[in-house]
């Protein structure tokens, strides 16, 4: 990838003008298609491209000129590092409105079929602590944040439960918090990693397949029953 | 409970669970339903939303009580056992032969007698001697995984011939793919997208189609 890198352009000033599939967001050049992650609708960026082909390009922010206007602050302290609820950065009410659109997109364009009026998308009346079952990956080998990394000499033991790094598959988010599951799952989980870094539970390698402790399943119901 | 995986990945649906302390399973309730949730069981993550989901998909599928539904991809029979009440019989097929044993549960905690549940590929099961077997469906409710369907699932729903589809689908894209397949003898007359994971990009929707007359 690297050695094709120097070849891609970077384009200055690009204006992020809606949001596409599978969380990445576009611009429009000359009437070509520029598929971008990390950012939001109203974002001005510099991007680096780092695939271009014949009808769309895909890239990189590399510079922020201006931030969105609608972009909002992430509530969760693991926002980025984490690979989940990627859309913090959004307004609830955006999130639903592209989601709709998605829906209605796909149907004009890979349906091509009459459609009635559509019904406007039926939001979550919870949007935290709406889900049942989380599923945690205890790792030897914890994603240290550049904050720590910046602190040398203050690197704490290296091991974690939490979630994978998108597209590190040995690397795990410490998760302090999660804002995805009701109580008593955080309560469970820290007290989980307290209890085996207490009793030195070894925590399992990935690259080396071996270790004790290797994923915490927590699953809730709304009548109040759990299990672990 | 626990699991002493020795293999290289990390899915359990192979591995044996074992009970160190309290009970093996919780139930999940809905309207009046109780739903059996093992450690390894699929049930739907937001659990209020997939109330609403599945109120949704029992009122597009128009059902007065004569009605034989099949439910196609039917997981743990959730959809299959809540219209159960407002049909004649409803026959749920699914791929997980797991899956299908939680289904027949489901079934039974709740007195439910007219659902019956078969596990296979969706592809091989649903031929012309099945339907001639277990009655020509009135309405066909499906909800595939990401995938969409298999053609030869579209086929055979169009063989099938039902007054009604309900779509249920987690992909638009796939959907629409497969809505597209169906177009020739089925008409979109009603959509309703749900939003079942916030601050993620993945979306939820509804489509209810009917016979072309």
Known sequence: MGRDRRKLPIIENVEITNVAAEGKAIAKIDNKVIFVTQVVPGDIVDVQVIRKRKSFMEAVPILFKKYSEIREKPFCQHFEICGGCKWQNLPYTEQIKYKHQQV??????????????????????????YRNKLEFTFSNSRWLTKEEIANEGKLERNSALGFHVPKYWDKIVQIDKCWL?????????????KYADQNELSYFDL?????????????????????? | MYIINS???????DQ??????????IFEQMEELKFKIGPKSFYQTNSDQAYNLYKITREFAGL????????????????????A??????VGIEYVPEAIEDAKVNSEINQISNTSFFAGDLKDV???????????????????????????VVNSILQANPERIVYVSCNPATQSRDIQLLDKAYKVTKVQPVDMFPHTYHVENIVLLEKRK
């Not at chain 1, 599951?181 to 990693?193: F, G, Y």
């Not at chain 2, 196609?72 to 219209?83: D, H, S």
């Open chain 1, 104 to 129: 209605i997109d796909n149907l004009q364009r890979i349906a091509k079929v009459e459609l009635p009026e559509i019904d406007y998308i039926l939001p979550s009346e919870k949007t935290t602590f």
């Open chain 1, 181 to 193: 599951q009701p109580e008593p799952s955080n309560k469970i989980r820290n007290e989980v990693k």
């Open chain 1, 207 to 228: 690259r080396k397949q071996e270790g004790f402790l290797r994923t915490l399943i927590i699953r809730t119901s709304s009548t109040g029953e759990l299990i672990s």
């Open chain 2, 7 to 13: 293999k290289s990945n990390d899915s359990i649906t």
């Open chain 2, 16 to 25: 044996e669970v074992l009970l160190f302390s309290g009970k093996d399973h």
């Open chain 2, 64 to 83: 007065t009580g004569n009605e034989i539904v099949y439910d196609l991809y039917t997981g743990t029979g959730t959809i299959a056992n809540f219209v």
């Open chain 2, 85 to 90: 009440k407002n049909a004649k019989k409803v």
């Open chain 2, 126 to 152: 649903l031929n012309t001697s099945f339907i001639n077997e277990h009655g020509k469906p009135d309405v066909i409710i499906t909800d595939p995984p990401r995938a969409g369907m298999h053609a030869d």
